[in-house]
């Protein structure tokens, strides 16, 4: 049934989440080509602006059409039809969430294509630049860029995911039958209290860890990275913390989503 829920989620989100793509690439292959052809004195600046307003009309979309996957097929007139579906609370949260993060993930992957795209019309000398520097930085490296990578798509999804629950949790609060009068304001209330709350608990982790006899040590490792520049230590450093933020981002994912399943089954309140 879940695999179901998530066929339908895709149907009815696919179309503006197209039109969306088909923007990006059309937008980052024709506004440069005019740039060009114009000889446009700022043209950089231009090509600056021009990329910052794809990046946030990019964000805008993906944020309005999230609200459309859940808050519409949940609290809305729909959810009545939704949750009279022969799937639990936890099944139906899982389902939109794993959709929410497959189209993010699609958008920001899409949305980097299309900025190679753009700055290849724009100066292709300015690719195989790039492309050189991503050379000499595999070669110091030595290989061990590759786990590093790939920690930091896992960390950049497991963000994804999490922010996502949260998003899902804080609509969920603004739309307890006692707070119904003030529902946006509660649920932008609640998102970033949920914010505050992460950064307390950051801190109360690292205050906790200080203590441990290990830490003096650690601390002392450290230090003797940074003094001796040795860029492969520092790396493998990195990946350590890139693994315990993905093991954070997973763990607050959970309870987000936890809670608004809970909100689902004991305070559900359709409009």
């Given at each position: 049934m879940?695999?179901?829920?998530?066929k339908y989620d895709i149907r009815s989100t696919?179309?503006?989440?197209?039109?969306?793509y088909m923007a990006i690439l059309l937008g980052v292959i024709i506004v440069p080509l005019l740039i060009n052809n114009f000889d446009i004195p700022i043209a950089g600046t231009l090509a600056m602006l021009i990329?910052?307003?794809?990046i946030i009309g990019t964000i805008v979309v993906t944020v309005i059409n999230l609200f459309h996957i859940f808050l519409k097929n949940v609290f809305s007139k729909q959810g009545y039809l939704t949750m009279t579906l022969p799937v639990s609370s936890g099944q139906l949260v899982f389902s939109k969430l794993l959709v929410s993060t497959m189209w993010i993930v699609l958008t920001g992957i899409v949305s980097v294509i299309g900025l190679f795209i753009f700055a290849f019309v724009m100066n292709p000398a300015a690719n195989i630049k790039l492309t050189e520097i991503i050379s000499e930085i595999h070669a110091v490296l030595n290989g061990q860029g590759y786990l590093s990578a790939a920690l930091i798509i896992l960390m950049t999804t497991a963000s994804v995911v999490k922010e996502i629950a949260k998003l899902f949790l804080a609509c969920s609060i603004g739309h307890l039958k006692q707070l119904s009068r003030f529902r946006v304001p509660v649920g932008i209330a609640a998102y970033f209290?949920?914010?505050w709350l992460e950064t307390l608990l950051i801190q109360g982790?690292?205050?906790a860890v200080s203590y441990l006899p290990q830490s003096s040590e650690l601390v002392r490792?450290?230090?003797?990275?940074?003094?001796?520049g040795q860029l492969q230590d520092f790396v493998g450093i990195f990946n350590g913390v890139l693994f315990t933020g993905i093991l954070f981002a997973l763990f607050t994912a959970f309870v987000y989503s936890a809670g608004t399943v809970w909100i689902?089954?004991?305070?559900?309140?359709?409009?």
């Amino acid at each position: 049934m879940l695999t179901k829920l998530m066929k339908y989620d895709i149907r009815s989100t696919w179309r503006d989440f197209a039109g969306i793509y088909m923007a990006i690439l059309l937008g980052v292959i024709i506004v440069p080509l005019l740039i060009n052809n114009f000889d446009i004195p700022i043209a950089g600046t231009l090509a600056m602006l021009i990329i910052t307003s794809i990046i946030i009309g990019t964000i805008v979309v993906t944020v309005i059409n999230l609200f459309h996957i859940f808050l519409k097929n949940v609290f809305s007139k729909q959810g009545y039809l939704t949750m009279t579906l022969p799937v639990s609370s936890g099944q139906l949260v899982f389902s939109k969430l794993l959709v929410s993060t497959m189209w993010i993930v699609l958008t920001g992957i899409v949305s980097v294509i299309g900025l190679f795209i753009f700055a290849f019309v724009m100066n292709p000398a300015a690719n195989i630049k790039l492309t050189e520097i991503i050379s000499e930085i595999h070669a110091v490296l030595n290989g061990q860029g590759y786990l590093s990578a790939a920690l930091i798509i896992l960390m950049t999804t497991a963000s994804v995911v999490k922010e996502i629950a949260k998003l899902f949790l804080a609509c969920s609060i603004g739309h307890l039958k006692q707070l119904s009068r003030f529902r946006v304001p509660v649920g932008i209330a609640a998102y970033f209290a949920c914010s505050w709350l992460e950064t307390l608990l950051i801190q109360g982790i690292g205050k906790a860890v200080s203590y441990l006899p290990q830490s003096s040590e650690l601390v002392r490792q450290i230090n003797a990275v940074a003094d001796t520049g040795q860029l492969q230590d520092f790396v493998g450093i990195f990946n350590g913390v890139l693994f315990t933020g993905i093991l954070f981002a997973l763990f607050t994912a959970f309870v987000y989503s936890a809670g608004t399943v809970w909100i689902l089954n004991h305070k559900l309140d359709l409009d």
